[in-house]
């Protein structure tokens, strides 16, 4: 059973970079069909989708968000990493990463969350 958990400081500071990791248990990151993806949820909204990173390391990222979003991966460790830069505090909210499978491109594994809180 897979396992994703999000870590990262839960307050950052407008203008600064937001760094969060997503650590990976009970699977690997390079395993075939299989795309790591960071979504977030800001306070009375809706999910968003930030992008993801595929198995071989390819990259996608959402529209909105795409200037500002750096995922990359870490194999030795089995992570992957999100970095979003110039914060804003409409960047608050609780940040998830998950896995999907390619053959049904829906994410079907969570990791509880993590809140962010973007002030000065």
């Known amino acids: 059973q897979v396992q994703l958990q999000e870590s990262g400081p839960g307050l950052v500071s407008p203008s600064q970079t937001l760094s969060l990791t997503c650590t990976v248990s009970?699977?690997?990151?390079?395993?075939?069909?299989?795309?790591w993806g960071w979504i977030r949820q800001p306070p009375g909204k809706g999910l968003e989708w930030i992008g993801h990173i595929g198995y071989s390391g390819s990259v996608l990222y959402g529209p909105s968000l795409k200037s500002r979003t750096s995922i990359s991966r870490d194999m030795s460790k089995n992570q992957f990493t999100l970095q979003l830069t110039s914060v804003s505090p409409e960047d608050t909210a609780i940040y998830y990463c998950?896995?999907?499978?390619?053959?049904?491109?829906?994410?079907?594994?969570w990791g509880q969350g993590t809140q962010v809180t973007v002030s000065s």
């Open positions: 998950a896995r999907m499978n390619d053959g049904t491109s829906t994410y079907s594994d």
């Open positions: 009970g699977g690997s990151i390079t395993t075939k069909t299989y795309y």
